[in-house]
């Protein structure tokens, strides 16, 4: 059983900061791309960031320049560091990592359940 649990997210004013954390455990031998997506109702999901194992990373253009994503390989825990937040930055943020599994040594994909950002005065 592998989990992914995202945590930070709350209210925050327009040009505020937020830290969010994505922390995988369970039985699991490897973690290779992680990603931050968000989700708002009526719309599709779609991507924030990723980051490689060996930290290359990716940024949609919306959050260019005002999101860093970070991870700690030892503690299977990726960040996203969100900077300048803009009220259309509001919306479930969800992590997902590709993760090798302990037991058949296969590669799967796993998604955590969103920490919700709200940004707003």
């Known amino acids: 059983q592998v989990k992914l649990v995202e945590s930070g997210g709350g209210l925050v004013q327009p040009g505020g900061s937020l830290r969010l954390s994505c922390a995988a455990s369970?039985?699991?031998?490897?973690?290779?791309?992680m990603g931050w997506y968000r989700q708002t109702p009526g719309k599709e999901r779609e991507l924030v960031a990723t980051i490689t194992r060996a930290g290359v990373t990716n940024y949609a253009d919306a959050v260019q320049g005002r999101f860093t994503v970070t991870r700690d390989n030892a503690k299977m825990t990726m960040y996203l560091q969100m900077n300048s937040l803009k009220p259309e930055d509001s919306a479930v943020y969800l992590c997902n990592a590709d993760v090798r599994l302990q037991l058949s040594f296969r590669w799967s994909t796993y998604w955590g359940q969103g920490t919700q950002v709200t940004v707003s005065s």
């Open positions: 369970g039985s699991l031998l490897s973690i290779n791309n």
